[in-house]
Each structure stands twice: as structure tokens, then as C-alpha cells.
């Protein structure tokens, strides 16, 4: 079965800190892909990257940066240099393949809610 | 606009209503999903479209709702009798089904339901 586990509920740190939000995962399948998402006060998702299986790199964007490890099931997300408009709750979400017809809907963890103190 | 559009942004209800909550996905996006967030669960999924077709049911939560979706494109969420517990915002996502591209989902700005 599948499951995202988020263990940090809500985090806050000061302005230009960096902050790691971790995410771990659960799958049967071999082919899979992990995303995150934000959710700023406005309310809708916004999505931020996504990572397949076979794609252990890590990526860089901007302040933005995210750390895949098969070996422990984790996909964490890392912003440098805190703003408050990063202040948000950031999703981690699992997707796995039907047989020959594209990818399960998105399970998500329940989410970390950042907020950054100017 | 280019993106998932959903209405009513805001439905108030009586308990006992029906409601129909709607989904514009972006154009030409095969795949269809519903969602729902609410304060003890979290996101949780309800029901995916591809095309017309619904071949995943397994997130209604009960068979007081129900899903159908027309000409490929809008889709309409029906709650009947809505109970209290079926507060909650319900979202709309969207995606190219592009299987090596891991098939994005764009999500809508939700639905906020309020069962009175």
C-alpha cells in the first residue's frame, strides 16, 4: 500500500534560515513518482517538482532543493535562505502506474506547515 | 484563463441538500481527478477520469456521491442528502496523462463546501 509520511507538522524558523522538510514514503511498485506541492494561504496547490524513481539525482532551483534517497524511501525538500513568502504548507505526494494507463491519483502526506518570521 | 477553474468557489448548504460542485480542466487534458482536504484527513482522493470514463471509484466515500464527466472535458461532483461531515474544500486536478513526463497534476483553486 501506499503512504507519505510527513513527521514534521508545522515548523517555524527566522527569516534567511534554511529549513529542511523531510518526507518519507512507502510503495510496492518500482516505477513511482514523488512531488511536492504548496499550499500558501490562498489556498491552492502549487506544484513545486516532481522526481521519478529512476532519478536519484538531486535538483537545485533557485533557494530551492531536494534530496531523493531510494535507499531510505526519502524525498526531502530543503529552502536556503528562508523568506516569509515561503510561509505555506508544503505537501509531499506518492503516484504509482496502473498496468499500461498512467499514474495512480497522488497520495499525500498531511502536510508541513512552514512559517517564516521576518 | 489556461488553468483548472472550479465553481462555486464558496457553497453553504442545509443538511440534507444536494450540492453539484463543477470542474473546468485545462484544455486538452485527458486525465481528471477529485480531491478532498479537509481538517482531520488531510488531501484524500475521491475519483479519477480519464477521457468519460471513471476506472478508479475507490476514494467516494459513500453512494451519496457521484461523479460524471462530459465531452472529455467539465466534470460534476454530486454530494446528495449532505451531511456535516462532508465539509470541507473539495479540489479539481488536471493532467496530460504524458506517461514519460509523470503526468503533472494541476489542481484548481477548490470548492469550499459548509453543510449547516
Known amino acids: 500500500a501506499q503512504k507519505v509520511t510527513q513527521a514534521q507538522t508545522e515548523i517555524s524558523v527566522v527569516e534567511k534560515e534554511d529549513v529542511t522538510l523531510d518526507c518519507v514514503y512507502e510503495t510496492r511498485d518500482t516505477t513511482y513518482y514523488l512531488f511536492w506541492y504548496k499550499q500558501p494561504p490562498s489556498g491552492e496547490l502549487v506544484f513545486l517538482i516532481r522526481?521519478?524513481?529512476?532519478?536519484?539525482q538531486n535538483e537545485i532551483s533557485g533557494r530551492y532543493s531536494w534530496n531523493f534517497q531510494k535507499s531510505t524511501s526519502s524525498f526531502n525538500f530543503t529552502i536556503t535562505a528562508s523568506q516569509v513568502v515561503d510561509s505555506a504548507v508544503y505537501f509531499c505526494a506518492l503516484s504509482e502506474t496502473y498496468m499500461n494507463s498512467g499514474n495512480t491519483p497522488l497520495v499525500f502526506g498531511k502536510g508541513t506547515r512552514l512559517s517564516v518570521i521576518a | 484563463g489556461a488553468g483548472v477553474s472550479q465553481s462555486p468557489s464558496n457553497k453553504v448548504t442545509e443538511k440534507g441538500k444536494d450540492v453539484e460542485l463543477r470542474c473546468d480542466p485545462i484544455s486538452g487534458h485527458t486525465a481528471l481527478y477529485w480531491y478532498r482536504q479537509s481538517l482531520g484527513q488531510g488531501l484524500e482522493f475521491l475519483i479519477y477520469f480519464q477521457g468519460n470514463s471513471a476506472p478508479d471509484k475507490s476514494g467516494l466515500p459513500s453512494d451519496r456521491f457521484s461523479a460524471e464527466r462530459t465531452g472529455g472535458s467539465v466534470s460534476t461532483l454530486t454530494i446528495q442528502r449532505t451531511q456535516q461531515e462532508d465539509s470541507a474544500v473539495y479540489l479539481c486536478?488536471?493532467?496530460?496523462?504524458?506517461?514519460?513526463?509523470?503526468?503533472?497534476?494541476?489542481f484548481g483553486p477548490g470548492t469550499r463546501l459548509t453543510v449547516l
Open positions: 486536478a488536471s493532467s496530460s496523462r504524458d506517461f514519460t513526463t509523470g503526468d503533472e497534476q494541476f
Open positions: 522526481r521519478n524513481s529512476f532519478d536519484e
